[in-house]
């Protein structure tokens, strides 16, 4: 994990249409990046409606067998990501009842309401925060945006909707630019949500669409970059916990041996005079 490096982008959709998927990512690896995700989608407010949610099962599904990429996994990394749809608070007991949320490498919420928004940033077990171009305009207030990064959380921003289509771009730029109003633009994610290669940009034209998100020069290169690498950290420690690391060698313990040794000598040689010095001063 900490050998992560190059550009990212941290939302290609995943389609049953396997060619497609190929193409995006070798689309990707041609423009330069290095990391990409899969994401797979949960509406938890129709699953909260359904039968199914009385059941004792895993709410959420495990993640999709990827072995049809072939020698494109050696070309580019690929990451699991999991992208929960959610209106209730009560999505936190699945995630903390689900087996197969946790074989997924990011956890994103979509909230779709402001109370949901505020638990996402205060309570969400997750890495990103991302929210739906299609739906109503939810501002997020600057006491919630600043606890969520916190927390380490980021806030994505996806072009590939705003190339498409106009009302998408409106709304889009709208919420980068709320972004900015309430933190600074701090801690934000630029992925594609492309669902097709003629939507995808390379890096250096989308750390351009970043400056039209609000986002500084620097902000722009970290969106693609540093903060990327933040998240998978972070999504690392999240899945792992605490883990204590031992570091031992052979050398290292000869060595503080052989200190040990040289130190009870200097102690001995140290204690001779010391004595002779105490008795000398009874006669």
Partial sequence: MNNIGGFSDFCIPYTSKHHELVDLLETLIKLGYRNVAIEQQFDNTTYEKSKSAKRTGDAFPPPVNLEFLGDLRNKIKIYSRLT?????????????????????????????????????????????????????????????YKLAIQRNMFFEIQYAPAIVDRSKRRCIIRKAHGYYSMGKSENIIISSGATNAFHLRGPYDVA????????????????????????????????????????????????????????????????????????????
């Fill in 208 to 283: 351009n669409l970043g400056l039209i998100f609000g986002l500084s020069e620097e902000q722009s290169k970290n969106s693609l970059r540093n903060n990327c690498r933040s998240a998978l950290l972070r999504a690392s420690g999240r899945k792992n916990g605490c883990v204590i690391v031992v570091s031992s060698g052979k050398v290292a313990r000869e060595e503080s041996d052989d200190d040990s040794e040289s130190m009870d000598e200097e102690m001995e040689d140290a204690e001779i005079p010391c004595k002779k010095a105490k008795y000398s001063s009874k006669n």
């Fill in 84 to 144: 929960i749809i959610y209106s209730d608070n009560a999505v936190s007991h699945h995630m903390g009842t689900s087996q197969n949320i946790r074989k997924y490498d990011l956890i994103a919420g979509l909230p779709m309401t402001e109370a949901s928004l505020q638990h996402c940033c205060q309570t969400f077990n997750g890495d990103i925060i991302t929210f739906n171009t299609d739906e109503k305009f939810m501002k997020c207030s600057r006491k919630f």
